[in-house]
């Protein structure tokens, strides 16, 4: 028997609580009591919707109500989808000035398909990403449906066959020029490596990248190894130089310098002197704040002594931070590629006690990530090897218990429901002292202050996210076998993880010059029109690479250059391949030249048919795609196209 469908009514009858501060300075930065706790609210940022009038208060408020059955991540990243939309078209609606329920199905459709045709083109949203965003939208737009707040409409199409492009190994990472006085003040194994990283250039050779990506890893497993040490013997030192300072008496310092008057802390005068030496700060910090130094709002008159006089000796003394979990992050990394940057911060402290006692199942892979759910062996390694000069390798797991052990004084103060994540760091609210689970921002930003400061690394451009495909690409060059790939992958999926390698050993086997933007046309060419690849004169074999490089690089380019006869002829072949193409990103000088050359040539040679069908219908649409293109470039491709164009210019067939 069919199940009944539950009415609007039945569906959206749940009340919840959703008044709006509407005489507040920000009203809509609104309120959500579902995810708020104790001494920590939440709000949702509609303001994008200010100047919209009842209709922004009425969407912010059945977001909450939408919002209310999410978890709190997942309701932002609706939120961000959301806004995303209505970034595009909130101009519109308040020039407008209309209510909620009287924008017809055809203007809700009109938005919806310019926002996603724009969502398409920034470099910085992937196909599945867009998809994403789309869906999320449409959800919203149900849940306002059943509330009869807005008709329905047809959305547009999602992006057939949407691939999430995976980053390339760091073998094929981006070296900067550096000049042989930066050279000179590195350590002698930079020096050396710099050297040898200098001769590889032929990214062609499986066995060029797998060297490449060993000096890389080996660079920054090293230094990342150095700053490890640094940071654990400076704690434990701070710990020894507490626990056998048997000069200062805390307690009778608390007698004589302090006394609390109206539930505030005093003290008398000279109560800095004796705090002015580090053994009897670090003595005060661990009795009086439990090894955490206080905040502005905790204790501001400690805060600015403690920084007087021991300003260069607090860091990374006391607990976890992200300087010192930078480097543990990197180790775990380069070992562990099964792991992404969300599964150590989502790790709890169970799962550590789990690798101590070699029971550790992967519980600490994403919840929505299930292809990863894998039994794995993570060796526990030595506490020896944190020892300065150690000749031991730092393992994946000894810097798990690293960072566990490191973010203990935090617990105490985690706000609330996080005292069981593992990576805690110090964070501020309202100026006390709290521990706070890491943010990844902040995880990138202080990546780059890392590489800065570390020698070679600093003249190489590759994220934390590039460790994962290095070591599917080396496993992949070492033993072919797409199984073990899957296995250090942590995946399950045995075609998901052929996609992946495919495309990343694609990518690191063409990051050189070695395709023709005329051939790919070409093979373009002979697929739309069914001609044989024969008479254009590609042969099989070149077929074959040119799919696979294209395939791996996402590109779908044309280029018609030549003398004006040959642009002529194949004047019908551009119009078929621009009518069905998804334009990308540019970031190549030679497709970018084609680009802009291409542009000019519409608008110097269509100005004879402005203002007919054909122009408005199709010259003028290829105008605003190039424009859009060509805004999307950086400076630098322009710059390069351009010089390219005026050494050897491009012709194109009339504008009729």
């Not at 013997?233 to 000069?247: D, F, H, K, M």
């Not at 080396?474 to 942590?490: N, Q, S």
């Not at 540019?586 to 203002?611: P, R, W």
Request: glycine share 6%.
């Amino acid at each position: 028997m069919a199940r009944r469908r539950a009415s609007p009514a039945d569906v959206s009858g749940i009340a919840t609580s959703t008044d709006l501060q509407r005489d507040s300075e920000f009203p809509l930065r609104v309120y959500s009591p579902r995810h708020s706790h104790p001494g920590r609210s939440k709000h949702f940022d509609l303001s994008i919707l200010e100047g919209t009038g009842e209709l922004g208060h009425v969407l912010a408020r059945e977001f909450l109500e939408f919002a209310s059955s999410f978890k709190e991540e997942t309701a932002d990243a609706y939120l961000v989808a959301i806004r995303s939309l209505f970034r595009s078209c909130v101009a519109q609606l308040i020039h407008q000035g209309a209510q909620l329920p009287s924008i017809t199905a055809s203007q809700w459709r009109h938005f919806a398909a310019l926002w996603f045709y724009d969502l398409k083109a920034e470099d910085t949203v992937s196909d599945v990403t867009a998809n994403g965003y789309l869906s999320a939208n449409r959800r919203f737009f149900l849940h306002l449906q059943k509330r009869f707040l807005v008709p329905k409409f047809r959305w547009p199409n999602a992006i057939r066959g949407a691939l999430s492009k995976p980053r390339p190994s760091v073998s094929n990472a981006p070296v900067r020029n550096v000049v042989a006085s930066e050279v000179g003040s590195w350590s002698k194994p930079d020096r050396t490596a710099w050297s040898e990283l200098a001769k590889l250039n032929d990214l062609s050779s499986p066995s060029v990248v797998k060297r490449r990506n060993a000096i890389i890893l080996a660079a920054a497993r090293r230094h990342a190894e150095l700053e490890i040490r640094k940071w654990w013997q400076l704690y434990r030192e701070s710990r020894v130089i507490a626990a056998q300072n048997s000069s200062f008496d805390f307690d009778g310092y608390c007698r004589k310098y302090e006394y609390v008057s109206d539930g505030i802390l005093k003290r008398t005068r000279g109560w800095r002197k004796p705090l002015r030496t580090l053994p009897n700060f670090l003595v005060y910090v661990e009795r009086k704040f439990g090894g955490v130094m206080p905040g502005k709002g905790d204790d501001p008159d400690f805060v600015k002594c403690a920084y007087a006089h021991h300003a260069d000796n607090l860091k990374g003394r006391f607990h976890l931070e992200y300087g010192s979990l930078l480097p543990l992050l990197t180790i775990i990394f380069i070992e562990r590629p099964k792991m992404n940057l969300a599964s150590p911060l989502s790790m709890t402290t169970e799962d550590v006690e789990q690798i101590s006692r070699n029971e550790h199942q992967a519980r600490w892979t994403k919840g929505r990530a299930n292809y990863r759910r894998l039994s794995d062996d993570m060796p526990t390694g030595s506490q020896l090897s944190l020892l300065p000069n150690a000749a031991e390798d730092i393992t994946a797991a000894q810097a798990l218990l690293v960072i566990q052990e490191l973010s203990k004084p935090l617990r105490a103060k985690a706000i609330l429901g996080a005292d069981k994540h593992l990576c805690l760091v110090r964070d501020t609210a309202n100026g006390c002292v709290v521990g706070k689970p890491a943010a990844q921002s902040w995880i990138c930003k202080q990546w780059r202050a890392f590489r800065d400061r570390s020698g070679l690394m600093s003249a190489i451009d590759f994220t934390l996210s590039q460790f994962r495909p290095t070591g599917a690409v080396t496993e992949f060059f070492e033993t072919g076998d797409i199984f073990k790939v899957a296995d250090r992958l942590g995946q399950k999926s045995i075609s998901v993880t052929a996609r992946y390698i495919h495309n990343l050993a694609a990518d690191t086997m063409d990051a050189g010059d070695v395709r023709q933007v005329q051939d790919s046309l070409t093979v373009a060419v002979a697929q739309r029109s069914g001609r044989p690849l024969d008479q254009l004169g590609i042969s099989p074999e070149r077929e074959k690479h040119i799919r696979e490089t294209a395939f791996s690089s996402g590109f779908l380019g044309y280029n018609i250059s030549g003398t004006s006869k040959e642009a002529q002829e194949k004047e019908s072949v551009l119009e078929s391949i621009l009518s069905g193409s998804k334009f990308v990103i540019i970031e190549t000088a030679e497709i970018a030249a084609e680009i802009i050359a291409f542009n000019e040539h519409i608008i110097t040679k269509g100005k004879a048919i402005q203002g007919t069908a054909r122009y408005e219908e199709f010259w003028l649409p290829l105008v605003v795609i190039c424009t859009q293109i060509i805004k999307s470039m950086s400076v630098s491709v322009i710059r390069d196209a351009k010089k390219r164009l005026r050494e050897r210019p491009i012709h194109y067939g009339p504008v009729v």
